[in-house]
């Protein structure tokens, strides 16, 4: 070949320019403006012009001759045909799927990424059918895109498939040359000219977007790509992306698409279970401003959700799908919620029944007059059950939704947060015209009346569904309120307010010849029950005055959970007991003296009904003669005496019940220590000092072979100990609790043990007698084993004196007991500065690293010490993923442990089917601080009592 001063090559011998061994791909670079195009600031006279003449040039591929060298035996050109005798080289390609754009004939593969590729997709080619992706590289941009998808039939053709690029008939029987060609020509060479490229083959690549982009990028990303599409005659988004582009535009993402990245504060999430919904979050829920109103986050999740569960309904015809296919699926969306449900069984014969009446307390627990507690069994079955079905419902809605339950009577109370017309959809597609036809407003309030309505049976055979025991679902909902600037409003104390409705759903009604199910085989059908279940006007039933979750919180098995465990008792039923340590529901109170505060809080009570001073001296001398605790009877001595001197306001609960408890001279200790400190730090600690030495000169609460006497911060650290105490946790550190096992544990005031903290604190802050503060520290640890603070303050007390090691072992206990992501933090990053200065700097390194992931509050000062070691040592630091498994490596406990965690999974399970549901609650919010789940979320907000 001779090459010509303009780069063509031109064969040797005028025979042989007529031969050129080119064989031609037709149409392969179609124009990329329409034929009508005129010239606009965006488009030259230039570019129409180039793009009309790609129609007289001819383009194709050729092998190599013994003039045209290769690397490779069997490597291909791809060239343009120049006049009758010349051709201009475009690109190399190999044999395995690669090409590379040249301007010559090349003996060496290109040191450098292919511009374009074939991507084989292992995981669906079978032996019959390769499939794979065409992966183009944009010159002088970064990263590859997937701009169509191929398939290689056992007939070695080729196809061309979910592209934006229209190839028409020429889209299949394709082989190898040809397709190498057609799509180097088409993806990367006509862009050279002006033409577009295809911005993804496949709509999963928007989540690619919204994950991995700032969201107004993202958006920006996908509304540019429409646009761009519309410039190109060839390109055509699939029907589906063409929607979400309508749908984002509906919901005015173009202005916020426009927001700087570092201007706004939201994010898209997934929850990865469940549903897997899209979730628009705020990232600083305490801002003072509002880049974007609350009605427009919510408007811009439902346009992405509406994308999404239509996306997964089309399945892998998600690209292909036309827009009329796309457009039924959008104007039935709301349908879809009850298409799919489960079957209802008939009511069982044990429904509607009551919890057993709940017995008396008893001052001592091994008494007879101790009930079992029943009433309860099923309940954790039952709530987890239901709000898994809920995290299941497919709706471009949130679905907002709390429930109490009292499965004992039949009846479940369901309080669900709807949308209003306002986000309602403002367009439906109407096949007749092939587009999206604008809403009017009373269409819009039909639709968000259907919303709700069609939601309410869901919920309802979800619950159905979940218990053969469900006997009635009160479903109420509640609308936005927006402020003028689309932000809602403060919500009410009360749900049953104006914008509350509530309707009773009987089960017999429901499943009566499963309407419910019928939305599309009988829709006639579904629509009666509809109307029966929802009628129009007023629809809130007399039994549900105060609002639904008034009409469960009223019933007897309720009202007894908020008793237990602080001022009711009950036996713990047996199948329950291991899994709390505990046999009576006192064996999980963390409240010093909540009997005697139940009890006053009752007496100011009663004082609301006496209408005299007598008739309160009465009600308190009736008291007195009722109970044996001397605590209980001088509390109502005093009482009685300060409303006879007139010192008393018996309207003020608050002080008739601090009246009846007496005070507490471990907090006024605080009290007066704190004041002290600033201006004279050593009466502070003295007046500590004294204090802490007349409770133990008393002896009070000093353990005995029979008794110990303990504090607890939280229901979860109570059931730590409890566990520790029967050797389910913790066995190895006797001082946790095993060593409690044979002894009774009665509580102590958490003042006092806030005292010994205290006086720890002050020592350390003045460096005087750090021995004695390492005594305190102890008897602070020895109070509250499963204190995590108490721990940590005696590793500080430890590290003044430079004892490192026994502070490594203090924290190495607190690792075992801590349960807060804060606490968590502080034990990791006080153990990285005890390993660092004990000689281990790798294991400080992972140290500080754990605390930094683990809390934002401790994160900057870890970090700051962390640079710090690593300038003095050479440290290696590791992803975030990595820190768990690298710390148990170096043998350092990972906290939260696992068995801590499953413990406290299994002790919601426990509580709730024991009727201990504050315990339940308490145990939820602790575990999801490490492992989130919508639906325990849910769970744990179920066991709350009261209104919203």
């Known amino acids: 070949m001779q090459i010509e ?10 025979f042989n320019q007529f031969l050129l061994p080119i064989r031609e791909v037709e149409n392969a670079v179609p124009p990329f403006v329409a034929e009508d195009a005129q010239p606009s600031d965006d488009l030259s006279a230039d570019d129409i012009a180039r793009s009309k003449d790609l129609a007289n040039r001819r383009f194709g591929w050729m092998q190599a001759g013994s003039d045209v060298p290769v690397p490779e035996k069997r490597g291909l050109y791809i060239v343009e045909r120049v006049g009758t005798g010349r051709l201009r080289v475009l690109a190399y390609m190999d044999r395995n799927g690669h090409a590379w754009a040249v301007d010559h004939f090349i003996v060496e593969t290109p040191d450098r990424a292919p511009d374009m590729r074939l991507i084989i997709l292992n995981e669906i080619t079978t032996p019959e059918c390769e499939r794979g992706l065409v992966g183009v590289r ?67 690549a928007f989540d690619g977007y919204l994950l991995h982009q700032a969201l107004p990028l993202a958006l920006e990303s996908v509304l540019s790509d429409g646009a761009r599409a519309e410039s190109d005659p060839v390109l055509r988004p699939f029907p589906l992306s063409s929607a979400l582009c309508h749908w984002l535009i509906e919901a005015d993402a173009e202005s916020l698409s426009k927001i700087g990245p570092d201007d706004i504060a939201l994010r898209v999430m997934r929850t990865l279970k469940y549903a897997d919904p899209y979730l628009v979050v705020r990232t600083d829920e305490g801002g003072e401003g509002k880049r974007v109103s609350d009605r427009g986050l919510y408007a811009l999740e439902a346009a992405l959700n509406r994308y999404k569960i239509i996306r997964d309904l089309l399945g892998d015809d998600a690209e292909s799908a036309g827009a009329d296919a796309v457009g039924a699926l959008s104007n039935s969306l709301f349908d879809l919620i009850v298409r799919d449900l489960p079957d209802i069984a008939p009511l069982s014969r044990d429904a509607g029944q ?49 429930f109490r339950v009292d499965l004992a009577s039949g009846i479940v109370a369901v309080v669900s947060h709807v949308p209003d017309e306002s986000l309602m959809p403002k367009s439906a597609w109407s096949p007749s015209s092939s587009s999206w036809v604008e809403l009017d407003p009373a269409t819009r309030a039909v639709l968000a009346a259907r919303y709700w309505k069609v939601l309410g049976v869901a919920v309802a055979a979800c619950a159905f569904a979940q218990s053969d025991r469900i006997e009635r679902v009160l479903y109420q909902v509640r609308f936005p309120s927006w402020d003028e600037d689309g932000n809602l409003a ?30 599309d085989s009988d829709p006639a059908s579904f629509a009666r029950l509809l109307s029966s279940l929802f009628p129009d006007g007023e629809s809130e039933s007399d039994a549900c005055v105060g609002g639904a979750f008034s009409a469960v919180d009223s019933l007897e098995g ?24 505990a046999r009576y529901a006192s064996d999980m109170r963390i409240l010093y003296q909540s009997v005697q505060r139940s009890r006053a809080e009752g007496l100011a009570e009663s004082f609301g009904a006496a209408r005299s001073v007598s008739e309160a001296v009465q ?6 003669d009722s109970v044996l605790d001397p605590i209980d009877r001088d509390g109502c001595t005093r009482v009685m005496e300060l409303l006879v001197r007139g010192e008393l306001d018996r309207s003020d609960k608050n002080a008739v019940v601090n009246a009846y408890l007496g005070e507490d001279p471990y907090a006024q200790a605080l009290v007066r220590a704190r004041s002290l400190f600033e201006t004279d730090p050593d009466a502070a600690l003295e007046s500590l000092r004294a204090t802490i030495d007349a409770a133990e000169l008393s002896g009070k609460y000093a353990d005995t072979l029979e008794v110990v006497h303990r504090v607890f911060d939280s229901y979860a650290a109570r059931l730590v100990y409890n566990l520790a105490r029967t050797g389910a946790l913790n066995a190895a550190n006797p001082t946790l609790g095993i060593q409690d096992a044979d002894r009774r544990v009665e509580l102590a005031p958490s003042s006092l043990h806030l005292c010994y903290i205290e006086a720890e604190r002050l020592m350390e802050r003045s460096f005087s007698d750090n021995e004695r503060a390492i005594e305190y520290g102890r008897r602070a640890c020895e109070l509250a084993p499963s204190s995590s603070v108490a721990h ?4 500080r007390s430890c590290m003044l004196v430079g004892d490192l090691e ?27 500065y005890v390993l660092w200065k004990q000689g281990h700097p790798q294991e400080a390194a992972l140290c500080y690293l754990k605390s930094a992931s683990m809390s934002a509050v401790a994160a900057p000062q870890s970090m700051a010490e962390l640079r710090e070691l690593a300038d003095e040592s050479d440290v290696e630091l590791c992803p975030r993923s990595e820190i768990d498994d690298r710390l148990r490596e170096a043998g350092i406990v990972v906290a939260p442990t696992d068995e801590v965690m499953d413990a406290l999974l299994a002790g919601a399970q426990a509580a709730a089917d024991s009727g201990l549901h504050e315990c339940a609650r308490d145990f939820l919010a602790t575990s999801m601080q490490h492992r989130p789940d919508d639906a325990l979320f849910n769970v744990a907000r179920s066991f709350k009592r009261g209104s919203l």
């Open 138 to 204: 944009p010159a002088g941009g970064e990263g590859e895109v997937w701009v169509s998808r191929y398939r290689l039939d056992s007939d070695g053709l080729y196809s061309l498939y979910d592209s934006w690029f229209q190839f028409g008939d020429v889209a299949s029987g394709l082989g190898y040359a040809d397709l190498m060609t057609r799509c180097f020509c088409a993806f990367f060479y006509r862009a050279g000219l002006g033409g577009q490229i295809p911005p993804y083959c496949h709509v999963d």
């Open 806 to 832: 026994n502070a490594r072992a203090a924290l190495w206990r607190a690792l075992r007991v801590s349960v807060s992501s804060t606490d968590v933090a502080l034990c990791y990053y006080q153990l990285a």
């Open 354 to 402: 009551p919890a057993s009446p709940a017995s008396a307390p008893a001052a001592d627990p091994d008494t007879a007059n101790v009930a079992l507690i029943e009433g309860y069994e099923g309940e954790w079955e039952f709530r987890r059950g239901f709000a898994e079905r809920l995290e299941q419902l497919r709706a471009a809605y949130r679905v907002m939704v709390e």
């Open 490 to 519: 403060e919500a009410s104390d009360s749900v049953a307010d104006d914008g509350a409705r509530v309707a009773t759903i009987s089960r017999e009604v429901f499943a009566d010849q499963g309407a419910y199910r019928s939305i």
């Open 5 to 14: 001063p303009d780069g063509t090559y031109r064969p040797r011998g005028v």
């Open 792 to 795: 940590r303050q005696l590793a």
């Open 558 to 581: 309720p009202a007894r959970t908020s008793r237990l465990p602080e001022s009711e008792d009950g036996e713990i039923p047996p199948a329950h007991r291991e899994a709390l340590g």
């Open 619 to 624: 009600a308190a001398q009736e008291l007195r």
